[in-house]
């Protein structure tokens, strides 16, 4: 991941970012996976345009649905940005989606048996549930600098613990008989916005939309600005160098990966208090998480990219929802173009063959020899 | 001790995709790439093999159509595994992320094509030719041993037979050494004169064919069809039994059938008197906790390929 690690090193405002050669692989990379998906649905005798346009109407069909869409994008910024922070500390955290799990505990066991008034319950049920889903995070962590377990491993082991878990927790603590679920959270620890979700036509906007743009904000300053951001990035881009400079690599990798924990908690925390108020007996987790390395992939692990790629995803997704219904094409081709967009932004040589191969032919027809695309 | 030597049985029954994963992640990361696709392929291994088999039912090859499936599973995720290659080896990307898109992509265009075939169905219908259950002349006979060992699927005994084999690629022929050395240090195998790149990108085709045979035992045995949920994460308990065991295929071999027992525990589980006072959902847990115990009291030694995860680069040497 180091090559994504340094990007916006030389960037001084839009034009230069226009100008890297990450920026237009990424761009090309979603023509390219547009373009695909557009073949597969002809091939599979579907009309691509009415498929795209279905999903554009979708996107901004009413106010229910924008509502709706936000609640697909915000936990995709909040798991990019946890799969982002650990990247940049040359780590790979597979593991949020059971730290969106423990998050989701934390959240409904505060949510349900806690009394506390209205706002105050809110906020405790969701540090609750950020703190658990960190502290599951920095298990990962402790085992990775303490025994020296692959961080791979025990993210993919402490995602399906948290999964049963939250099985147990529910079925001996609080199961609502014979709905395969968890009893609901008391309304004083709601964190939706109900007037807003009134005004929306009943889409489920709550509070987490405000705290993931905090987040993007947040995660700028605090790997860009702060001393312990610096840390990180040190420690992403050599690990030994880091060490030599005087860098606790140990401390550094904890912290990272409590951070990024508490940014999965924090989704777990959202579904529970602001949309769903109960917690399911899931067979399987969420897969947030993997759409979460997706997610900061593609925005090279800046804030913004995350940003930006946090609402591309999310829109497609949501979107494909209408693509089903007034194209009649199956949604998992959106997942299909979503894939294909991180495997060219995965492998940037592919395209750079392209790019530098496309100028040169130009060259020779025009004999201009400017090409303003691989700077 | 009946119950005892069904839970056996059934561990067999599990641990057999599992043990075709593992072999399959096995192969690749020992030449030093990453294979966090093996859900991927599993997955592809599953869709081809039912799909495959559902035409060859009707086209009335009937005992025939099982195998024909399961053969055809490596083809497909030949695809796949050629995506996985040429971004992770020859284009050096990011090998775990290559590998999760390689999951994205054969789950999402899977699940289109099933829709696509069978009229827009969630899974494909239900087989009829499947895998029966073997009985081994003489030993099946047996009291306990028979019934634990000796009533298998067919994908068992190759399973099996696969496992000797990779052993004695892997550590008995110069392919093997080959393979080896190039996981462990590409430098100097680079100056021995084996071509590193060509050889990896070798093992991640054969790794990802080996793997997918996972996915088609699971569909043509306890499934009997593929649907979104076929494989629902055994890929990423293969790629644990990978490191479990430490890279080696009877080692691999033994943390698959570990994990198949406790999935026959909890299939099995209110066979056994004391298990009634437990939430059964502890026994869903168990394997990952005690993988994640048995690391901690043995992590030390590691036994990774020490070039796994990155690329080579010639030019770099």
Known sequence: ?375 | MEAMAFLLNGTFVFATALIFAALGGLITERTGVVNLGLEGFMVAGAFSAAVTAYFAEQAGLGGMSAWIGFLSAPLCALLFALMHAIASVRFKADQVISGIVVNMLAASSTFFLVKLIFDGAAETPMLTEVFGKTNIPFLSDLPFFGVAFFQVYPTTIVALILVVIIYFVMFKTPLGLRMRAVGEHPGSADTAGIRVNRLRFLAVLVGGMVASLGGATIALTANSSFSFNTISGQGFIALAAVIFGRWHPIGAMGAALFFGLAQALKDKVQLFEFAKQVPTEVFYMLPYVLTLIVLIFTSKRTSAPAALGQPYDPGKR
């Open chain 1, 1 to 375: 991941m180091a090559n994504h690690a340094q990007t916006g090193k030389s960037s001084s405002g839009w034009l230069a970012l226009l100008k890297q050669e990450s920026v237009w692989i990424s761009v090309l990379s979603i023509i390219i996976g547009l373009i695909i998906g557009a073949v597969v649905m002809l091939a599979g005798g579907y009309d691509p345009l009415l498929a795209y346009e279905s999903l554009l109407l979708k996107l901004f069909g009413s106010k229910y649905d924008v509502g709706e869409a936000l609640g697909v994008i915000v936990p995709l910024i909040m798991t990019g940005l946890a799969v982002a922070i650990a990247f940049r500390s040359g780590m790979f955290n597979i593991g949020v989606e059971g730290q969106i799990v423990m998050g989701s505990i934390g959240a409904i066991v505060v949510g349900h048996f806690v009394n506390l008034p209205p706002v105050l319950h809110g906020i405790v049920s969701l540090l609750a549930g950020t703190v658990l889903g960190g502290l599951w995070g920095m298990l990962v962590a402790w085992l990775k600098t303490s025994r020296g377990i692959n961080e791979v491993i025990t993210c993919i082991m402490l995602n399906w613990t948290a999964l049963y878990l939250s099985h147990i927790v529910i079925r001996t603590l609080m199961e609502e008989p014979g709905a395969g679920r968890s009893k609901m959270i008391q309304d004083s620890a709601s964190i939706s916005l109900d007037r807003l979700t009134a005004w929306m036509d009943g889409a489920r906007v709550h509070w987490g939309f405000a705290i993931a743009m905090i987040a993007v904000i947040g995660y700028y300053f605090f790997i860009n600005k702060t001393k312990w951001g610096y840390e990180m990035r040190a420690v992403g881009s050599n690990k030994h160098a880091a060490h030599y400079a005087g860098i606790s690599v140990k401390k550094t990798t904890l912290r990272a990966f409590f951070i990024s924990g508490m940014l999965g908690g924090m989704v777990g925390t959202f579904e529970v208090l602001g949309v769903f108020k109960y917690l399911a007996i899931a067979p399987a987790t969420s897969g947030l998480g993997f759409d979460g390395i997706a997610v900061a992939l593609l925005g090279m692990n800046t804030a913004l990219g995350v940003l930006l790629a946090a609402i591309l995803f999310g829109a497609l997704m949501y979107g494909a929802q209408g693509m089903s219904f007034g194209a009649d094409v199956p949604g998992e081709v959106i997942r299909m173009v979503i894939s294909i967009i991180i495997f060219f932004a995965a492998a940037p040589g592919i395209l750079r063959l392209v790019l530098k191969r496309w100028p040169r032919k130009r060259q020779e027809v025009s004999a201009d020899g400017s090409n303003g695309v691989s700077a």
